[in-house]
Structures are given as structure tokens and as C-alpha cells.
């Protein structure tokens, strides 16, 4: 059973950073591309980044681009979003997400795996 835990989200002013985490068990986390993905309240779900099994390959989605960094430790199954300059249109709940491939994907139909989410909220 893949489970999914996002954890550092919060409230922050505009400008400042956070660093969210998403721990990863049930399989072996190295195998398998990640993701993470946003959603603001009466939106759609939305790309934020991807990560390949070996961090060979990532890609950005065009607003998050230069201020968020998708990385990941497979010593320790985590995944992490480091998030800087953040404005007020960042404030969405953050999903991880990840499914069969070892590749990133940017599409959402790519993951079957969801943690809970957690809520980052960017004050102006």
C-alpha cells in the first residue's frame, strides 16, 4: 500500500519561503517519478513540478519556474518542494503524487498515488 504524507505547509508573507516534504512508504520509493501539484480554492488540480526515479529529469511548470526547487533523498523515501519569493497566487492546498513510471510526467492522469495535501497560504 503506497502511502503519501505532505508536511511544512503554512502561512507566510509574500516574499518568503517554505519548504514542504512529502514521506513516501510502501514501495521502493527510487523506482518511481514524483510530482507535486496544487490546487486553489474553485480551480482546477494544477502541474507544479516532476521529478524522474533518479532525479535525472525534472520539470517546472512556468510559474513556479527559478522559484521552486523539486528535489528528492531516496535514502530517506522523502520528497521535498523548497519555494522562494512567493506571491498570493501560490496559496493553494500541495499534493504529492506519484504512479507506475520512473520517469516525471507533468500530467496528472500519469498518478495514481496521493497523499492529503497540505494548505500553503501566501499573505499579501
Known amino acids: 500500500q503506497v502511502q503519501l504524507v505532505e508536511s511544512g505547509g503554512g502561512l507566510v508573507q509574500a516574499g518568503g519561503s517554505l519548504r514542504l516534504s512529502c514521506a513516501a512508504s510502501?514501495?521502493?520509493?527510487?523506482?518511481?517519478?514524483m510530482g507535486w501539484f496544487r490546487q486553489a480554492p474553485g480551480k482546477e488540480r494544477e502541474f507544479v513540478a516532476a521529478?524522474?526515479?533518479?532525479?535525472?529529469?525534472?520539470y517546472y511548470a512556468d510559474s513556479v519556474k527559478g522559484r521552486f526547487t523539486i528535489s528528492r533523498d531516496n535514502a530517506k523515501n522523502t520528497l521535498y518542494l523548497q519555494m522562494k519569493s512567493l506571491k498570493p497566487e501560490d496559496t493553494a492546498v500541495y499534493y504529492c503524487?506519484?504512479?507506475?513510471?520512473?520517469?516525471?510526467?507533468?500530467?496528472?492522469?500519469?498518478?495514481?498515488?496521493w497523499g492529503q495535501g497540505t494548505q500553503v497560504t501566501v499573505s499579501s
Open positions: 510502501g514501495r521502493t520509493f527510487s523506482r518511481y517519478g
Open positions: 503524487a506519484t504512479g507506475s513510471g520512473f520517469y516525471s510526467s507533468s500530467r496528472l492522469r500519469d498518478y495514481g498515488y
Open positions: 521529478i524522474s526515479g533518479n532525479s535525472g529529469s525534472i
